[in-house]
């Protein structure tokens, strides 16, 4: 940074235990997703400035929106269904991962290996609590296999699932033939926050999201599970003998199984994040208070910086991220060619660069982008290394053979 005007110059990082400095000629880019990117802007001194102050940090931007607004997809993975045959082959890992099953995906891209996550399908619906039908609020994906597809080898375990959990539920069905749909809350009212754990850029920040915060979202979630068990009723599920696995969460057994407060409940244990989070540095006009970024990604309070990544979706789109996170990177950089169309490299005191946005933001008119060769903090470095050279050279000489008094 450059304290007085708040411009920054480059980035500082460590690669192979070596720490350097890059610098920018025109503007900084920070894209280290919606965990990564407010992390670094607190560590640099963009943020809540309470926060940065528990951690000693210099304050260059009071931003009170960094690491706030965090967006995610909750997703239910506490159901299960039996079925007694298959239309396309087996759903356990035993019978599918083989030889002959990766050479049919190799030679023809088919077979279960061609089902990226073991998705075979995904719905959009609107359940009838969505006040705005315009975009759905749940989405469902339709598995093949369920927990109990590996009996506990892999699927429980990156699921962080205790094993005598698993064993609760799962361990009577292990290796049998099922499917599953999972139920996501596209639109929850549920925010959470990244916060700094340490200065020290090498530990990972602290995430706060706690899941069905809201009632609301809960009530969505429910929906949608009952129109799941509606979908495995369908002539086409019963024609594979579909079945719902009915053995409870151990914590819930005291419900009914089935009843809206046994699922109420199964919820709290088999809710995961769907990994979408965002939104941690949000994009909003100046009036808003915990904007980050503006309507061209550019920092507010600084210059020549912009967020490009997930965290910047003011709220989870409806959908998985990939794309959208894709289309953010397509128009930021539009927006970065254009904002540099007309820059002068020879006359950079000239240029007057101006982004389009509406007025309210920090131009990126600055010293220009000819910074390092109007940057004079190389001429300390400069001296010094000019003073211990001299002085090296001086040692020597007066070390030398011939400059000794023998
Ligand atoms: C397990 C998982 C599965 C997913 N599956 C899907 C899917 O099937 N379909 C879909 O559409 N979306 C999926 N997503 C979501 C999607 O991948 C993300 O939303 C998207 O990649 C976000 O892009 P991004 O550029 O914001 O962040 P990222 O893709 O996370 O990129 C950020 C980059 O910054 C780097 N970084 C972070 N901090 C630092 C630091 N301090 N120093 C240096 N580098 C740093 C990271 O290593 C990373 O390379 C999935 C996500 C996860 C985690």
Same mark, same amino acid.
């Given at each position: 940074?450059?304290?007085?005007?708040?411009?920054?110059?480059?980035?500082?990082?460590?690669?192979?235990?070596?720490?350097?400095?890059?610098?920018?000629?025109?503007?900084?880019?920070?894209?280290?997703?919606?965990?990564?990117?407010?992390?670094?802007?607190?560590?640099?001194?963009?943020?809540?400035?309470?926060?940065?102050?528990?951690?000693?940090?210099?304050?260059?931007?009071?931003?009170?929106?960094?690491?706030? &607004?965090?967006?995610?997809?909750?997703?239910?993975?506490?159901?299960?269904?039996?079925?007694?045959?298959?239309?396309?082959?087996?759903?356990?890992?035993?019978?599918?991962?083989?030889?002959?099953?990766?050479?049919?995906?190799?030679?023809?891209?088919?077979?279960?290996?061609?089902?990226?996550?073991?998705?075979?399908?995904?719905? !959009?619906?609107?359940?009838?609590?969505?006040?705005?039908? %315009?975009?759905?609020?749940?989405?469902?994906?339709?598995?093949?296999?369920?927990?109990?597809?590996?009996?506990?080898?892999?699927?429980?375990?990156?699921?962080?699932?205790?094993?005598?959990?698993?064993?609760?539920?799962?361990? &009577?069905?292990?290796?049998?033939?099922?499917?599953?749909?999972?139920?996501?809350?596209?639109?929850?009212?549920?925010?959470?926050?990244?916060?700094?754990?340490?200065?020290?850029?090498?530990?990972? =920040?602290?995430?706060?999201?706690?899941?069905?915060?809201?009632?609301?979202?809960?009530?969505?979630?429910?929906?949608?599970?009952?129109?799941?068990?509606?979908?495995?009723?369908?002539?086409?599920?019963?024609?594979?003998?579909?079945?719902?696995?009915?053995?409870?969460?151990?914590?819930?057994?005291?419900?009914?199984?089935?009843?809206?407060?046994?699922?109420?409940?199964?919820?709290?244990?088999?809710?995961?994040?769907?990994?979408?989070?965002?939104?941690?540095?949000?994009?909003?006009?100046?009036?808003? =208070?915990?904007?980050?970024?503006?309507?061209?990604?550019?920092? !507010?309070?600084?210059?020549?910086?912009?967020?490009?990544?997930?965290?910047?979706?003011?709220?989870?789109?409806?959908?998985?991220?990939?794309?959208?996170?894709?289309?953010?990177?397509?128009?930021?950089?539009?927006?970065?060619?254009?904002?540099?169309?007309?820059?002068?490299?020879?006359?950079?005191?000239?240029?007057?660069?101006?982004?389009?946005?509406?007025?309210?933001?920090?131009?990126?008119?600055?010293?220009?982008?000819?910074?390092?060769?109007?940057?004079? %903090?190389?001429?300390?470095?400069?001296?010094?290394?000019?003073?211990?050279?001299?002085?090296?050279?001086?040692?020597?000489?007066? %070390?030398? =053979?011939?400059?000794? =008094?023998?």
């Amino acid at each position: 940074w450059n304290p007085k005007t708040k411009r920054a110059h480059g980035v500082e990082f460590q690669k192979n235990g070596v720490k350097r400095i890059v610098l920018a000629k025109k503007e900084v880019i920070l894209s280290a997703g919606a965990i990564g990117s407010p992390q670094i802007l607190m560590l640099s001194g963009i943020g809540p400035e309470e926060h940065l102050r528990e951690f000693d940090i210099n304050v260059v931007s009071n931003l009170k929106g960094v690491g706030q &607004n965090l967006n995610d997809h909750h997703s239910f993975f506490g159901i299960t269904f039996l079925m007694n045959r298959t239309n396309t082959g087996s759903t356990i890992e035993k019978k599918v991962l083989n030889i002959d099953q990766f050479l049919k995906w190799l030679k023809l891209g088919r077979g279960p290996l061609s089902a990226p996550g073991g998705v075979t399908g995904i719905g !959009y619906v609107n359940t009838k609590n969505n006040t705005d039908k %315009s975009y759905p609020d749940t989405e469902y994906l339709f598995t093949i296999g369920s927990f109990n597809s590996d009996a506990g080898r892999i699927l429980r375990k990156s699921m962080n699932i205790r094993k005598d959990v698993y064993d609760s539920i799962y361990g &009577n069905i292990n290796n049998r033939e099922s499917w599953s749909i999972i139920p996501v809350v596209l639109r929850p009212k549920t925010r959470g926050s990244i916060k700094l754990k340490s200065k020290n850029p090498f530990k990972y =920040p602290k995430l706060y999201y706690d899941f069905f915060q809201y009632e609301e979202d809960a009530d969505v979630m429910l929906e949608a599970i009952k129109n799941v068990i509606k979908i495995s009723e369908t002539e086409a599920f019963q024609s594979i003998g579909s079945q719902i696995h009915k053995t409870p969460i151990r914590d819930c057994a005291h419900f009914e199984f089935g009843c809206d407060d046994y699922w109420r409940c199964a919820m709290k244990y088999f809710t995961s994040s769907l990994y979408h989070q965002s939104g941690t540095c949000k994009m909003g006009p100046q009036s808003d =208070p915990d904007a980050v970024v503006n309507d061209q990604l550019q920092v !507010y309070g600084v210059t020549n910086l912009r967020v490009v990544d997930a965290s910047i979706f003011p709220i989870v789109p409806s959908a998985h991220l990939y794309a959208p996170t894709v289309m953010v990177g397509e128009k930021a950089s539009d927006m970065i060619k254009e904002t540099w169309k007309n820059y002068n490299e020879n006359e950079p005191h000239k240029n007057t660069l101006r982004s389009r946005s509406s007025g309210h933001v920090p131009s990126l008119h600055s010293e220009g982008p000819g910074f390092i060769r109007n940057d004079h %903090s190389w001429v300390f470095p400069y001296i010094w290394c000019l003073l211990s050279h001299f002085c090296l050279v001086f040692s020597f000489v007066l %070390s030398s =053979p011939e400059s000794s =008094p023998d």
